[in-house]
Structure formats: structure tokens, C-alpha cells
């Protein structure tokens, strides 16, 4: 099972939004289960999609293969990628992740348009969790 966060899930779509008819390709990173507010369900070990890094259109470089090269490896568990002129499916541009999440248009977290999928493509179950990371300020 794959866990993200419902607040991720909206700000990835409206990236994949904002960018169609281009591709948008980012970093997404996990939180423990036991660090998010909400997540009572979910086993506090268990690790939860809640974050993501800026994609950055104008660098090229940093985005060769699907792969976002400024980012430290160590920080993306994951990889979001929009599709919007194909399947909700992982293709050769986008396993370089141990979690692959798709989307596809019309841009929602229906199942048809948003999934996640592991590094051979295939397809992996997904719970959308209605809980959110601890607040942070930019002292930390």
C-alpha cells in the first residue's frame, strides 16, 4: 500500500494543471505516519507521501531522463509525473523512482486519472490520507 497525503495529492494536480499541455516532473518525499496530524489510521511507522520539490521548467539539465538532478537522491522517495497526452501509466521516461505517481487529464485524484505505480510499472494501491505534516517556520 502506498499512503500520500490528500494536500499533496491537490498541489501535484494543479501543478499537472497549471503546466498542460507540458509534462511536469518533480521529487516527492515521505513523512512518518506518527509525525502527521490526522494520520491515526495509519501505522505510525509507515511512511506517508507529503512532500514535494519545486519543479524547475527552465532547467533542462535538471530535468534529463524524468529525473530531477538538484535534488539530493536521499530526499525523493518518489517521483510525480503529469501525462498529458498519454495513459495513466509509468513509461521508460519515468522508473527512476521507487514510487512512480501518474496523472493524467482531467487532472483528478480519481483512479482512472491519478495512481501510483512502483519502478516495473506496475500498479500499486493507493490511500489518499486526510492528515497533514507538523507545522514548520523557516527558523528550523
Known amino acids: 500500500m502506498v499512503y500520500i497525503t490528500r494536500g499533496l495529492v491537490e498541489v501535484l494536480l494543479d501543478l499537472a494543471s497549471d503546466a498542460d499541455p507540458d509534462r511536469v ?14 494520520a491515526d489510521a495509519v501505522p505510525p511507522e509507515t511512511p506517508v507521501f507529503t512532500d514535494f520539490f519545486l519543479p524547475d521548467p527552465g532547467n533542462s539539465v535538471n530535468a534529463v531522463f524524468g529525473v530531477d538532478l538538484s ?10 509525473v503529469s501525462h498529458p497526452l498519454r495513459e495513466l501509466e ?22 482512472r486519472s ?27
Not at 71 to 80: D, H, I, M, V
Not at 114 to 140: H, K, N
Open 25 to 38: 516532473t518533480t521529487g516527492v518525499s515521505v513523512t512518518p505516519a506518527g509525525e502527521l496530524e490526522g
Open 90 to 111: 509509468v513509461t521508460k521516461r519515468d522508473d527512476l523512482a521507487q514510487v512512480i505517481f501518474v496523472a493524467v487529464p482531467p487532472w483528478t485524484d480519481d483512479e
Open 114 to 140: 491519478f495512481g501510483a505505480f512502483d519502478r516495473t510499472g506496475d500498479r500499486q494501491p493507493l490511500e489518499i490520507v486526510d492528515a497533514r505534516p507538523p507545522a514548520q517556520s523557516l527558523s528550523e
Open 71 to 80: 535534488t539530493p537522491a536521499r530526499q525523493a522517495q518518489g517521483q510525480f
